[in-house]
């Protein structure tokens, strides 16, 4: 009881509530309204496999994330005019996705005069880690970003995911894209795109590590959805250093896959074995490590192309 009403008070005085600890908040939105012509909403999308005449068959099967119960509507394709997807390879991006890889933001559009049938309008888009799924309904659709949050003692939650289709704003304290991930993929610049460039998290929260009187409160999740198109900034142009004889330049990236310089060394043996990367994946190398050796990374195709 004592630890349970000290938790509370030293929460009180980080301006953090236990609602926002647990998961708890105004998810009306996420019962009410269904994708429809009048709103926008988030959805996912699989294959529309029927064989019959376009537009009737041939489309997609779209349903909204995050409702209380799931309700897929046939639109006959998708229109990109409204969106900042216009350049033919950023769209390809999104219908060259397997079911259920691409997240859009949009609503569906006039009715077809012939057929009665409806495109989605798509404002926005977001495409997920290739050959990796989320589940629903255990896993909900989030945005994330950083919150300051001033604490009295640990653990401090310094991030708030925000539940699509809801009021609901949950404080957690990290986030954990070991699930999202394949094989050699670059996990400091996947959660780079969550919390600084708008990248959409599929996951669950779980506990952590006990810090100080609590827990932390983990988003672990199972999949992540990067902004489309991915505006990743030119990398600067770096001076090398002047090694000496026997070293070389050893470089390191950064959360936007920029390599850059990491000083003098090299000197010792290297495995010359190049790994693969799953499908979906290209595989990115540069000088690196303690020894100089080669250092690899999987970075998904449609980023890198």
Known sequence: MRTTLLLGVLLAGCG?????????????????????SSARSYVVLRRDM?????????????????????????????????????????????????????????KLGPAEPRFRTRAFMVTSAWRGMPGVRFTEPADAFYRVQSFDVQCFAAPCPSLRASKLHGTTKILHHDLDVTRASLTRVDQNWLTG???????????????????????????????????????????????????????V???????????????CGGGGSCIAMVPECADGYSLISWTGGVFGCTQYACDPTFIVE
């Open 50 to 106: 029927r064989r019959c005449m376009a537009p009737l068959c041939g489309g997609y099967w779209a349903h909204d994330v995050n409702r209380a119960t799931l309700n897929e509507q046939y639109v006959s394709g998708l229109d990109f005019s409204r969106s900042d997807l216009l350049m033919p390879e950023d769209q390809d991006d999104v219908t060259s996705a397997p079911d259920f890889e691409v997240v859009l933001f949009g």
């Open 193 to 247: 795109r969550v919390i600084q460039k708008d990248a959409l998290v599929a996951g669950r929260f779980v506990d952590g590590a006990q810090v100080g009187v609590g827990r932390e409160k983990v988003l672990d999740a199972s999949q992540v959805f990067v902004h489309l198109p991915d505006m990743t900034q030119s990398c600067p142009r770096y001076a090398l250093a002047q090694c000496p004889e026997g070293k």
């Open 16 to 36: 953090v509530s236990n609602a926002e600890l647990n998961d708890v908040g105004d998810d009306l939105l996420a019962a009410e309204g269904e994708l429809g």
């Open 249 to 263: 330049n050893l470089f390191t990236r950064n959360e936007n896959r920029c390599v850059v310089p990491a000083g």
